[in-house]
């Protein structure tokens, strides 16, 4: 019984931990980037907890914070923008510029 109810909170747990979902497409020159390019973000900015993953073969990213407000997004080793998270799913299509990334 006691791993029954252990278990049960390991698996609901994380979904009761998320603040909402992040995602959208990153390209440069008006091309999809392509996969394999990490995208970190930080949630607060300064100190925060950090969320990563890594593009598909379109430039698309999906990941998931824990903490709802201003975040930081890198994507790669770009300087990094600040971008907000909501309890609910926000998409941020991102262009990246010589190193700087800017919202579409």
Do not use: H
């Not at 698996?11 to 998320?18: C, G, M, R």
């Not at 979902?21 to 900015?45: A, H, L, Q």
């Not at 909501?86 to 299509?93: A, L, T």
Request: charged share 25%; hydrophobic share 35%; with cysteine.
């Amino acid at each position: 019984m006691k791993t029954t109810v252990l278990l049960g909170w390991l698996i609901l747990f994380p979904v009761l931990a998320q603040a909402g979902e992040i995602y959208g497409e990153i390209t440069e020159d008006d091309k999809p980037m392509g996969s394999g390019i990490e995208v970190k973000v930080i949630c607060p900015p300064i100190g925060g907890e950090t969320s990563k993953i890594k593009t598909d073969a379109q430039g698309i990213y999906r990941l998931y914070v824990k903490t709802e407000g201003k975040c930081g997004i890198t994507v790669g080793s770009s300087k990094a923008a600040t971008i907000s998270s909501y309890e609910e799913s926000v998409r941020y299509d991102l262009i990246l510029e010589k190193g700087v990334l800017r919202k579409k």
